[in-house]
């Protein structure tokens, strides 16, 4: 059974910093194009950035993915974190056949 979960989300305040990972079981992440998505209230998902090196203009270079292969693990790094950016934030592994997602976790930024 296929599991991707995230974790990592909170509230922070503007300007501050996250990091989400997500983790993977049954599921070999290194065979996936990795990305994280995002959901704001009465807005549609999108995307936020690629393991490819594709970004949102919104991200202008303050989020970053990476990932550590031996715990399976993909992460998105944000920094200067704004209002803007509170939504469910949402992992997702692009397969050739099929795709996967995760739950979700809350992100809100507040003071």
């Known amino acids: 059974q296929v599991q991707l979960v995230e974790s990592g989300g909170g509230l922070v305040q503007p300007g501050g910093s996250l990091r989400l990972s997500c983790a993977g079981s049954?599921?070999?992440?290194?065979?996936?194009?990795m990305a994280w998505y995002r959901q704001a209230p009465g807005k549609q998902r999108e995307l936020v950035a690629t393991?490819?090196?594709r970004a949102a203009d919104f991200v202008e270079g303050r989020f970053t993915i990476s990932r550590d292969n031996a715990k399976n693990t993909v992460y998105l790094k944000m920094n200067s974190l704004k209002p803007e950016d509170t939504a469910v934030y949402y992992c997702?592994?692009?397969?050739?056949?099929?795709?996967?997602w995760g739950q979700g976790t809350q992100v809100t930024v507040s003071s």
């Open positions: 997702n592994a692009h397969g050739l056949v099929k795709d996967y």
């Open positions: 049954g599921i070999i992440l290194t065979n996936y194009v």
């Open positions: 393991s490819s090196g």
